[in-house]
């Protein structure tokens, strides 16, 4: 120690002249008395040359290595400082996105200004299908047990985003959907839909039934949960004794993020008219029943629109088994699955008891259409792959519209399609041509039509919409002599006498408008009294109900409608028809326009 002193000694205040400065007291662990041992760890300082002019004492020392006690604990001091670093980094980034939305806006500005609208389309058409083709093939890889991203992590980020883009697209649309229906009149409360389930197995048929395939023939549909289930139907006159099968198809369609069951279609037949026969699908599940219709007049046809399946829907079907019929036509608006496709699945095990044991001809309403605006995804998707008709037996390309003949050819039935072209040069308009002028009148004495639209209407609900079709269609009708038109989308009951032209007009056909199947919409309650169509107007209510077209011969026919308020089917409106074919109405119009019927 005494060697020590005497090396720091040369460096003296006194030696040097120098005031002493007052410091502070050096930390207690860094203070050590002469007496003390220096720390291991502590070197000795060097002395001081002669001629410097600081005092060693004011010399910056190096640091000891002091162990200092870890926690796994960080101190609150660093996590405020890491929490406020966090926030300027997301507010950074929040102004940063914002700028890129600004400039992204002001080029859609930029775009929408400058750039024709059919480009903008086409590009937002591209835009989207590459973004909804990447979801579903992220989902597709999702359900095979496949990975995306080759990350955990990263699958579940994919699936997140690929969710999200789901319900994004569903909101829109359903948004759409409700702007595109809003009307200025107002409507009832709706009705509970009626949600049916299928508790069976995987590989048991449901949303069962048939429609009319040709002369002799009749098509089973149905759906299975199981997607390898055979499309087969065993089928014979007696119960449980099958003596023939038939083979089919079957396909799945998807609808953005949705992937539907196996949707089955098999053509059995030929099949005697009038005549009973049980059938089993897939071989697996319960024994159906069916009869097929009549070969000759009479025939009963059933006649509803814009069903649902409410509380209301289901009165109506109740009504409608209450009574026998041959066939049901229904023009347009089935489900209102308006892009929910579930509820797709739920309708057809609803009506299951009914269309599995009579021909169900339907054709399609905006409802159906369930196509994204603007960009016009899938259009029709669910609607051709569930409820396949003959439209190809009548020389039609498109499930949208097509014919066939019933009572062994007296009566011939089209089936319109208010949703697709129809304009004068459009594929439907030069089809129905072709169809109307290969219909004999004297083979087919009865013409019936069914588009959804309605062509006449005094409901102040969609007014003019079917105007387009009536502009472009109507002379086709009249110079074939339809002889009645039935209609849906208003959901209300309205009959009017023959018309042509805004004109009563004994030669055209006698229009009916039956949107009043049980939608969840409500009716459409107010009719307008001094329309320019009133006076053609013979009855007309808002309730629900369903109608029936009893064709008795080659000459007269019966309809009625029936309303469901009452505690039975009670008819509220009645008329008779006489075919526009038959000799005595030939000779009534072939002079001057007259009011009969």
């Known amino acids: 120690m005494k060697r020590r002193e005497a090396a720091v000694k040369p460096c003296s205040n006194a030696s040097l002249n120098l005031p002493i400065p007052s410091l502070p007291a050096p930390p207690r662990h860094r203070h050590h008395h002469h007496h003390e041992r220096a720390p291991p760890l502590r070197r000795p300082q060097p002395p001081c040359p002669p001629t410097a002019h ?30 406020i670093a966090f926030l300027l980094r997301a507010l950074l980034l ?57 990350t955990v992590a990263g699958d579940l980020m994919v699936g997140a985003m690929a969710h999200s883009w789901r319900v994004l697209v569903q909101g829109i649309t359903s948004l759409a959907f409700f702007c595109a229906r809003a009307d200025e009149y107002v409507r009832p409360p709706p009705s509970p839909l009626v949600l049916t389930a ?10 069962v039934h048939i429609s009319v395939v040709g002369t002799n023939k009749m098509r089973i549909s149905w759906v299975t949960d199981d997607r390898s289930a055979p499309s087969v139907v065993e089928y014979g006159k007696s119960r449980g004794n ?9 396909a799945t369609y998807r609808y953005f993020l949705y992937k539907s069951g196996a949707i089955h279609h098999v053509t059995i037949g030929p099949l ?78 609803l009506v299951q008891p009914l269309a599995s044991a009579r021909p169900w001809m339907v054709t399609e309403g905006n409802h159906e259409v369930e196509a994204l605006p603007v960009v016009e995804f899938a259009p029709f998707v669910a609607y051709n792959a569930r409820w396949r008709m003959p439209y190809e037996e009548s020389g039609s390309r498109s499930n949208l519209y097509y014919s066939f003949d019933a009572a062994g050819g007296a009566a011939h039935i089209l089936m319109l399609g208010s949703y697709v072209d129809f304009e004068e040069g459009s594929e439907q308009h030069a089809w129905l041509e072709r169809d109307l ?18 062509w006449y209407n005094t409901n102040q609900a969609h007014q003019g919409e079917g105007e387009a079709m009536r502009a472009a269609m109507e002379r086709l009708l009249y110079e074939a002599r339809v002889d009645v038109v039935f209609s849906g989308h208003v959901h209300a009951y309205e009959r009017f006498t023959r018309i042509y032209d805004n004109e009563a007009d004994s030669r055209g056909p006698m229009y009916i408008t039956i ?27 808002a309730s629900f109900g369903h109608g029936r077209l009893r064709i008795v011969n080659e000459t007269s026919a019966v309809w009625t409608w029936h309303r469901n308020d009452d505690a039975y089917a009670t008819v509220r409106d009645e008329v008779w028809l006489e075919s526009l074919a038959s000799p005595k109405m030939v000779m009534a119009t072939s002079g001057h326009h007259t009011d009969e019927l």
């Not at 996105?97 to 600004?102: D, E, G, N, T, Y």
């Not at 409410?310 to 089935?334: K, R």
């Not at 199947?517 to 009855?539: C, M, P, Q, T, Y």
């Open 515 to 541: 949107g009043d199947g049980g939608n969840r919409e409500g009716l459409a309650l107010k009719f307008i009294k001094d329309h320019k169509s009133a006076h053609l107007s013979v009855f007309q209510e």
């Open 242 to 250: 099958y003596t023939a099968s038939a083979t089919g198809d079957n």
């Open 94 to 150: 929040m102004c940063v996105a914002f700028r890129r939305v600004i400039a992204l806006i002001r080029i859609c500005c930029y775009i929408a200004v400058c750039v024709p609208v059919g480009s903008v389309l086409g590009v937002a058409k591209i835009l989207f299908a590459a973004a909804n083709e990447r979801s579903i093939r992220c989902m597709n890889q999702a359900a095979l047990g496949r990975s995306v991203t080759g």
């Open 198 to 207: 299928h508790d069976k197995p995987a590989d048991h048929p449901q949303q």
């Open 54 to 83: 600081v005092p060693c004492f004011l010399k910056p020392r190096p640091a000891m290595a002091t162990a200092v006690p870890t926690s796994p604990f960080p101190r609150v001091g660093t996590r405020k400082k890491h929490t």
């Open 437 to 454: 002028a290969g219909v004999d009148r004297r083979r087919t004495p009865w013409l019936v039509v069914l588009l959804h639209a309605p």
């Open 272 to 349: 005697e008219p009038s005549m009973t026969y049980h059938y089993r699908c897939g071989k697996a599940g319960d024994e159906f029943t069916l009869r097929t219709p009549p070969a000759s007049l009479p025939i009963e046809l059933v006649v509803i629109g814009d069903l649902g399946q409410t509380e209301w829907t289901a009165s109506t079907l109740s009504h409608i088994g209450g009574a026998d019929y041959d066939m049901l036509l229904l023009p347009g608006d089935l489900s209102y699955a308006d892009t929910q496709q579930p509820l797709w699945d739920s309708f057809g095990r």
